[in-house]
């Protein structure tokens, strides 16, 4: 059973991964006109992570990158939504609004704390690189419109997950081979020995019937002395 399990998830995994390794999240949010993707998110895996966000309306987009500090800093009390934690391989992110004050959504591209910045219509991506230093990513329209529903896509890529997906595939795969040798095996010497004493008399070869007439030597000894 567990060979079978590490075969079906060795393969869902390969075919989910695909050949590049790429681990892809997206998640469907409304938004109160800015969007944060925190340290712990960008950080979760040592690899550079692509992120994407792309509008319903079409809109413009700005994305933004800074230390984290700085990043919080220039949001202030402005309402967000932030996105705190992601699922893999379920997909999900969590993500709950903070902020009540008044937002700085406009304002926030005309910063000088930005490290990296990216803006679009309909659609804007950025890949952050990996920093020793906690960064945050930070999306707004750019101008006084807010953004509305927004899609928002997490994308790692790392080739070494798909060949260790393959690996396990693998694995499971020559211990249920294995496991199958062994019951079939099993079967052959069984099956033998079931078939023998399912024999009804008059299917026994006819010298066990008459061995069995005769009886043991000793028996055919002691009627001899009678």
Same mark, same amino acid.
């Given at each position: 059973?567990?060979?079978?399990?590490?075969?079906?998830?060795?393969?869902?995994?390969?075919?989910?991964?695909?050949?590049?390794?790429?681990?892809?999240?997206?998640?469907?949010?409304?938004?109160?006109?800015?969007?944060?993707?925190?340290?712990?998110?960008?950080?979760?895996?040592?690899?550079?992570?692509?992120?994407?966000?792309? +509008? %319903?309306?079409?809109?413009?987009?700005?994305?933004?990158?800074?230390?984290? #500090?700085? &990043?919080? @800093? *220039?949001? /202030?009390?402005?309402?967000?939504?932030?996105?705190?934690?992601?699922?893999?391989?379920?997909?999900?992110?969590?993500?709950?609004?903070?902020?009540?004050?008044?937002?700085?959504?406009?304002?926030?591209?005309?910063?000088?704390?930005?490290?990296?910045?990216?803006?679009?219509?309909?659609?804007?991506?950025?890949?952050?690189?990996?920093?020793?230093?906690?960064?945050?990513?930070?999306?707004?329209?750019?101008?006084?419109?807010?953004?509305?529903?927004? +899609? %928002?896509?997490?994308?790692?890529?790392?080739?070494?997950?798909?060949?260790? #997906?393959? &690996?396990? @595939? *693998?694995? /499971?795969?020559?211990?249920?081979?294995?496991?199958?040798?062994?019951?079939?095996?099993?079967?052959?010497?069984?099956?033998?020995?079931?078939?023998?004493?399912?024999?009804?008399?008059?299917?026994?070869?006819?010298?066990?019937?008459?061995?069995?007439?005769?009886?043991?030597?000793?028996?055919?000894?002691?009627?001899?002395?009678?």
């Amino acid at each position: 059973m567990a060979a079978l399990v590490l075969l079906v998830l060795g393969v869902w995994a390969a075919i989910g991964l695909g050949p590049s390794g790429r681990a892809e999240l997206t998640s469907s949010r409304s938004t109160p006109g800015i969007v944060m993707v925190g340290a712990p998110v960008l950080g979760r895996v040592d690899r550079p992570v692509e992120v994407s966000v792309s +509008r %319903v309306d079409a809109g413009a987009v700005w994305l933004g990158v800074a230390h984290d #500090a700085d &990043a919080r @800093a *220039a949001i /202030g009390s402005s309402p967000f939504l932030s996105v705190d934690r992601v699922h893999y391989p379920s997909g999900g992110m969590d993500a709950h609004v903070a902020g009540t004050g008044s937002s700085t959504a406009a304002r926030l591209p005309g910063g000088d704390v930005w490290q990296q910045t990216s803006a679009g219509t309909g659609t804007a991506r950025l890949l952050v690189h990996p920093s020793d230093v906690p960064r945050t990513l930070v999306v707004t329209s750019g101008d006084a419109a807010g953004l509305g529903r927004v +899609r %928002v896509t997490l994308a790692w890529e790392n080739r070494a997950w798909f060949l260790e #997906a393959l &690996a396990v @595939a *693998a694995v /499971g795969l020559v211990v249920a081979a294995l496991a199958l040798n062994v019951l079939w095996r099993e079967r052959r010497r069984a099956a033998p020995t079931q078939s023998r004493h399912s024999l009804t008399r008059d299917q026994q070869p006819a010298r066990d019937r008459a061995a069995s007439r005769r009886g043991s030597p000793a028996q055919q000894g002691q009627r001899g002395r009678s």
